[in-house]
Protein backbone atom coordinates (compact mmCIF):
# COMPACT_ATOMS: atom_id res chain seq x y z
CA UNK A 1 0.00 0.00 0.00
CA UNK A 2 1.56 3.05 -0.99
CA UNK A 3 3.28 5.66 1.62
CA UNK A 4 1.02 8.42 0.25
CA UNK A 5 -1.96 6.93 1.43
CA UNK A 6 -0.56 7.58 5.06
CA UNK A 7 -0.10 11.31 7.09
CA UNK A 8 3.22 12.37 5.48
CA UNK A 9 4.96 14.16 8.41
CA UNK A 10 4.75 14.82 12.08
CA UNK A 11 5.06 11.30 14.61
CA UNK A 12 2.27 9.50 12.85
CA UNK A 13 4.40 9.82 9.10
CA UNK A 14 5.97 6.35 9.04
CA UNK A 15 9.41 6.47 9.04
CA UNK A 16 11.52 4.38 6.45
CA UNK A 17 12.66 0.83 7.57
CA UNK A 18 16.30 -0.20 7.88
CA UNK A 19 15.24 -3.04 5.24
CA UNK A 20 12.39 -4.94 4.46
CA UNK A 21 11.22 -8.15 3.45
CA UNK A 22 8.97 -10.73 2.15
CA UNK A 23 7.61 -13.41 4.67
CA UNK A 24 6.23 -16.81 3.40
CA UNK A 25 3.68 -17.80 5.70
CA UNK A 26 2.84 -21.91 6.22
CA UNK A 27 -0.03 -21.58 3.54
CA UNK A 28 2.28 -19.68 1.15
CA UNK A 29 0.56 -16.16 1.97
CA UNK A 30 3.30 -13.63 1.88
CA UNK A 31 3.76 -11.03 4.66
CA UNK A 32 5.45 -7.57 4.29
CA UNK A 33 7.85 -6.84 7.06
CA UNK A 34 9.28 -3.61 8.03
CA UNK A 35 12.89 -3.75 10.55
CA UNK A 36 13.68 -0.20 12.13
CA UNK A 37 16.86 0.13 14.01
CA UNK A 38 20.30 -1.13 15.27
CA UNK A 39 20.27 -4.96 14.32
CA UNK A 40 21.72 -5.93 17.68
CA UNK A 41 19.87 -4.15 19.74
CA UNK A 42 16.90 -5.57 22.19
CA UNK A 43 14.36 -6.59 19.94
CA UNK A 44 10.01 -5.49 19.84
CA UNK A 45 7.90 -7.44 17.39
CA UNK A 46 4.65 -4.68 16.42
CA UNK A 47 1.48 -6.53 15.58
CA UNK A 48 -1.30 -3.97 14.19
CA UNK A 49 -4.92 -4.72 14.13
CA UNK A 50 -8.39 -5.04 11.76
CA UNK A 51 -8.19 -2.51 8.95
CA UNK A 52 -4.82 -1.24 9.90
CA UNK A 53 -0.83 -1.66 8.55
CA UNK A 54 2.14 -0.85 9.76
CA UNK A 55 1.88 2.64 9.68
CA UNK A 56 -0.60 2.78 13.00
CA UNK A 57 2.52 2.07 15.18
CA UNK A 58 4.57 5.02 13.28
CA UNK A 59 5.04 6.61 16.97
CA UNK A 60 6.10 4.04 18.49
CA UNK A 61 8.64 3.16 15.88
CA UNK A 62 9.87 6.41 15.56
CA UNK A 63 10.60 6.57 19.13
CA UNK A 64 11.49 3.20 19.83
CA UNK A 65 14.45 2.87 16.65
CA UNK A 66 16.95 4.62 18.53
CA UNK A 67 17.54 1.55 20.60
CA UNK A 68 15.54 -1.11 20.03
CA UNK A 69 15.60 -3.53 16.79
CA UNK A 70 12.07 -3.12 16.08
CA UNK A 71 9.91 -5.55 13.75
CA UNK A 72 6.49 -4.68 12.64
CA UNK A 73 4.50 -6.37 9.78
CA UNK A 74 0.99 -6.14 7.50
CA UNK A 75 -1.30 -8.80 8.47
CA UNK A 76 -2.31 -10.57 5.20
CA UNK A 77 -4.64 -8.47 3.26
CA UNK A 78 -3.44 -5.66 5.12
CA UNK A 79 -1.07 -2.73 4.33
CA UNK A 80 1.12 -3.82 1.79
CA UNK A 81 0.42 -7.90 2.26
CA UNK A 82 -1.62 -9.37 -0.18
CA UNK A 83 -4.81 -10.34 0.50
CA UNK A 84 -5.42 -14.61 1.02
CA UNK A 85 -8.59 -15.92 1.21
CA UNK A 86 -7.40 -18.29 4.22
CA UNK A 87 -8.37 -15.42 7.15
CA UNK A 88 -8.50 -17.31 10.69
CA UNK A 89 -7.26 -17.00 14.18
CA UNK A 90 -5.33 -20.06 13.04
CA UNK A 91 -3.37 -18.00 9.87
CA UNK A 92 -2.82 -15.11 12.31
CA UNK A 93 -0.88 -17.34 14.39
CA UNK A 94 0.29 -19.08 11.41
CA UNK A 95 1.66 -15.56 10.31
CA UNK A 96 3.44 -14.31 13.23
CA UNK A 97 4.93 -17.44 13.68
CA UNK A 98 6.76 -17.27 10.26
CA UNK A 99 7.57 -13.70 11.15
CA UNK A 100 9.56 -14.73 14.34
CA UNK A 101 11.39 -17.10 12.77
CA UNK A 102 12.24 -15.16 9.70
CA UNK A 103 13.40 -12.60 11.78
CA UNK A 104 14.78 -13.29 15.41
CA UNK A 105 17.56 -15.48 16.01
CA UNK A 106 17.40 -19.19 17.46
CA UNK A 107 16.72 -18.65 21.15
CA UNK A 108 16.19 -14.85 20.66
CA UNK A 109 13.09 -13.45 22.99
CA UNK A 110 11.37 -9.99 21.87
CA UNK A 111 8.62 -7.99 23.51
CA UNK A 112 5.18 -8.46 21.56
CA UNK A 113 2.55 -5.84 21.48
CA UNK A 114 -0.36 -6.48 19.61
CA UNK A 115 -2.89 -4.18 19.34
CA UNK A 116 -6.63 -4.78 19.13
CA UNK A 117 -6.50 -8.20 16.36
CA UNK A 118 -2.44 -7.51 17.04
CA UNK A 119 -3.43 -8.80 20.54
CA UNK A 120 -5.44 -11.25 19.62
CA UNK A 121 -2.84 -12.72 16.92
CA UNK A 122 -0.40 -13.08 20.25
CA UNK A 123 -3.27 -15.05 21.87
CA UNK A 124 -3.81 -17.20 19.09
CA UNK A 125 -0.67 -18.30 18.80
CA UNK A 126 0.01 -18.42 22.83
CA UNK A 127 0.28 -22.10 22.97
CA UNK A 128 2.91 -22.86 20.06
CA UNK A 129 6.36 -23.51 21.04
CA UNK A 130 7.84 -21.73 18.22
CA UNK A 131 6.39 -18.41 19.74
CA UNK A 132 7.03 -19.04 23.68
CA UNK A 133 10.66 -19.56 22.36
CA UNK A 134 10.96 -16.18 21.07
CA UNK A 135 8.46 -14.44 23.68
CA UNK A 136 10.07 -12.39 26.12
CA UNK A 137 6.67 -10.37 27.45
CA UNK A 138 3.50 -9.06 25.78
CA UNK A 139 1.76 -5.82 25.50
CA UNK A 140 -1.88 -6.22 25.06
CA UNK A 141 -3.58 -2.48 23.67
CA UNK A 142 -7.34 -2.49 23.28
CA UNK A 143 -8.29 -5.90 22.26
CA UNK A 144 -10.43 -9.01 23.56
CA UNK A 145 -10.53 -12.95 23.81
CA UNK A 146 -14.16 -13.55 22.89
CA UNK A 147 -17.63 -12.08 22.96
CA UNK A 148 -16.58 -9.12 20.91
CA UNK A 149 -20.02 -8.15 18.62
CA UNK A 150 -21.54 -8.98 22.10
CA UNK A 151 -19.81 -6.64 24.20
CA UNK A 152 -19.15 -3.71 21.57
CA UNK A 153 -21.33 -0.37 22.08
CA UNK A 154 -20.71 1.47 19.21
CA UNK A 155 -24.17 1.02 18.77
CA UNK A 156 -25.48 3.22 21.37
CA UNK A 157 -28.22 0.92 22.51
CA UNK A 158 -28.85 -1.59 25.34
CA UNK A 159 -26.99 -4.89 25.84
CA UNK A 160 -29.21 -7.67 23.79
CA UNK A 161 -30.25 -9.12 20.60
CA UNK A 162 -31.03 -5.40 18.79
CA UNK A 163 -27.69 -4.33 19.34
CA UNK A 164 -25.38 -7.26 18.89
CA UNK A 165 -27.44 -8.00 15.38
CA UNK A 166 -26.66 -4.31 14.47
CA UNK A 167 -23.29 -4.38 15.46
CA UNK A 168 -22.46 -7.23 13.34
CA UNK A 169 -23.76 -5.71 10.29
CA UNK A 170 -21.96 -2.44 10.81
CA UNK A 171 -18.97 -3.72 11.53
CA UNK A 172 -19.01 -6.48 8.75
CA UNK A 173 -20.17 -4.10 6.25
CA UNK A 174 -18.93 -4.29 2.74
CA UNK A 175 -19.86 -0.93 1.84
CA UNK A 176 -16.83 1.63 1.08
CA UNK A 177 -15.35 3.68 2.97
CA UNK A 178 -14.49 5.99 0.50
CA UNK A 179 -11.94 9.32 1.01
CA UNK A 180 -10.69 10.89 3.81
CA UNK A 181 -13.71 13.21 4.59
CA UNK A 182 -14.66 15.72 7.21
CA UNK A 183 -17.74 13.72 8.11
CA UNK A 184 -15.86 10.26 7.45
CA UNK A 185 -13.50 11.55 9.98
CA UNK A 186 -16.43 12.02 12.76
CA UNK A 187 -18.04 8.93 12.21
CA UNK A 188 -14.40 6.86 12.75
CA UNK A 189 -13.51 8.81 15.99
CA UNK A 190 -16.68 8.40 17.19
CA UNK A 191 -16.09 4.66 16.76
CA UNK A 192 -12.68 3.98 17.74
CA UNK A 193 -11.75 7.22 19.46
CA UNK A 194 -11.87 9.29 22.54
CA UNK A 195 -14.20 12.80 22.10
CA UNK A 196 -10.78 14.69 23.22
CA UNK A 197 -8.64 12.90 20.35
CA UNK A 198 -6.72 15.70 18.69
CA UNK A 199 -7.37 16.19 15.00
CA UNK A 200 -4.37 14.84 13.86
CA UNK A 201 -4.44 11.55 15.61
CA UNK A 202 -8.25 11.08 13.67
CA UNK A 203 -6.59 11.75 10.80
CA UNK A 204 -3.56 9.28 10.66
CA UNK A 205 -5.87 6.54 11.75
CA UNK A 206 -8.44 7.81 9.18
CA UNK A 207 -5.73 7.44 6.58
CA UNK A 208 -4.72 3.80 7.90
CA UNK A 209 -7.98 2.29 8.17
CA UNK A 210 -9.64 4.34 5.06
CA UNK A 211 -6.25 2.55 3.24
CA UNK A 212 -7.85 -0.71 3.80
CA UNK A 213 -9.65 -3.02 1.28
CA UNK A 214 -13.26 -3.07 1.88
CA UNK A 215 -13.02 -6.93 0.88
CA UNK A 216 -10.43 -7.36 2.93
CA UNK A 217 -11.93 -5.55 5.93
CA UNK A 218 -15.23 -7.55 5.40
CA UNK A 219 -13.41 -10.77 5.60
CA UNK A 220 -11.38 -10.31 9.24
CA UNK A 221 -15.02 -8.83 10.54
CA UNK A 222 -16.30 -12.52 10.18
CA UNK A 223 -13.36 -14.10 12.18
CA UNK A 224 -13.69 -11.44 15.17
CA UNK A 225 -17.40 -12.05 15.06
CA UNK A 226 -17.07 -15.60 15.89
CA UNK A 227 -13.75 -15.32 17.94
CA UNK A 228 -13.03 -17.17 20.75
CA UNK A 229 -9.56 -17.15 22.35
CA UNK A 230 -10.16 -17.51 25.87
CA UNK A 231 -7.72 -20.60 25.74
CA UNK A 232 -5.03 -18.74 24.33
CA UNK A 233 -5.24 -16.39 27.13
CA UNK A 234 -4.98 -19.30 29.65
CA UNK A 235 -1.68 -20.80 27.59
CA UNK A 236 -0.43 -16.96 27.67
CA UNK A 237 2.31 -17.83 30.03
CA UNK A 238 5.00 -14.82 29.53
CA UNK A 239 4.33 -11.44 31.71
CA UNK A 240 2.05 -9.75 30.06
CA UNK A 241 0.17 -6.02 30.49
CA UNK A 242 -2.87 -4.79 29.34
CA UNK A 243 -3.85 -0.93 28.64
CA UNK A 244 -7.23 -0.61 27.71
CA UNK A 245 -9.25 3.22 27.00
CA UNK A 246 -12.00 3.89 29.66
CA UNK A 247 -14.24 4.87 26.27
CA UNK A 248 -13.02 1.97 24.05
CA UNK A 249 -16.22 1.17 21.99
CA UNK A 250 -15.14 -1.78 20.43
CA UNK A 251 -13.55 -3.43 22.96
CA UNK A 252 -14.32 -2.01 26.54
CA UNK A 253 -12.66 -1.70 29.65
CA UNK A 254 -14.63 -4.99 30.72
CA UNK A 255 -12.76 -7.20 27.86
CA UNK A 256 -9.16 -6.18 29.19
CA UNK A 257 -10.45 -6.77 33.04
CA UNK A 258 -11.48 -10.55 32.08
CA UNK A 259 -7.93 -10.61 30.12
CA UNK A 260 -5.91 -9.52 33.73
CA UNK A 261 -8.07 -11.73 35.35
CA UNK A 262 -7.52 -14.80 33.32
CA UNK A 263 -3.74 -14.17 32.15
CA UNK A 264 -1.25 -16.58 34.31
CA UNK A 265 1.22 -13.78 34.23
CA UNK A 266 -0.55 -10.75 34.41
CA UNK A 267 1.47 -8.16 35.07
CA UNK A 268 -0.52 -4.72 35.03
CA UNK A 269 -3.97 -3.43 33.52
CA UNK A 270 -3.81 0.37 32.32
CA UNK A 271 -7.20 2.20 32.05
CA UNK A 272 -6.86 5.48 30.53
CA UNK A 273 -9.60 7.79 31.34
CA UNK A 274 -11.37 9.22 27.93
CA UNK A 275 -9.44 7.39 25.70
CA UNK A 276 -10.96 4.96 22.92
CA UNK A 277 -9.87 2.15 21.22
CA UNK A 278 -6.66 3.30 18.94
CA UNK A 279 -4.79 3.30 22.20
CA UNK A 280 -1.22 3.44 20.51
CA UNK A 281 -2.00 6.72 18.51
CA UNK A 282 -4.37 8.07 21.10
CA UNK A 283 -1.81 7.62 23.75
CA UNK A 284 1.55 7.30 22.32
CA UNK A 285 4.22 8.51 25.02
CA UNK A 286 2.15 5.92 27.30
CA UNK A 287 2.33 3.18 24.80
CA UNK A 288 5.94 3.44 24.02
CA UNK A 289 6.96 3.16 27.77
CA UNK A 290 4.97 0.29 28.60
CA UNK A 291 6.66 -1.32 25.50
CA UNK A 292 9.92 -0.11 26.71
CA UNK A 293 9.57 -1.16 30.63
CA UNK A 294 8.76 -4.57 29.42
CA UNK A 295 11.90 -4.74 27.21
CA UNK A 296 13.89 -3.38 30.36
CA UNK A 297 12.59 -5.88 32.70
CA UNK A 298 12.25 -8.99 30.79
CA UNK A 299 13.75 -8.93 27.41
CA UNK A 300 17.97 -9.41 27.05
CA UNK A 301 19.90 -8.50 24.03
CA UNK A 302 20.63 -11.41 22.20
CA UNK A 303 24.79 -12.45 22.39
CA UNK A 304 26.89 -10.82 19.84
CA UNK A 305 25.30 -6.98 20.73
Same mark, same amino acid.
Given at each position: ?136 ? @? *????? /???? #?? &???? =? +?????? $? ?63 ? @? *????? /???? #?? &???? =? +?????? $? ?56
Amino acid at each position: MSRLLHVVSGPYAPPAPAHELTVVSADGARLHVEVHGPENAPAVVLIHGWACSTAFWAAQIRALATDHRVIAYDQRGHGRSPANPACSTYTLADDLEAVLAATLAPGEKAVLAGHSMGGMTVMAAAGRARVREHTAA @V *LLCST /GSSQ #LV &AAAT =V +VPLRPG $RLRTWLTRRVLASRAPLGPVTPLAKRVLKYGTMGAGSAPHMVEACARVVHACPRAVRHSWARVLD @V *LDLDH /GVRE #LS &APTA =V +VVGSHD $RLTPPAQARALVAALPRAVGLTELPGLGHMTPVEAPELVTGKIRELVTTYAKVREGA
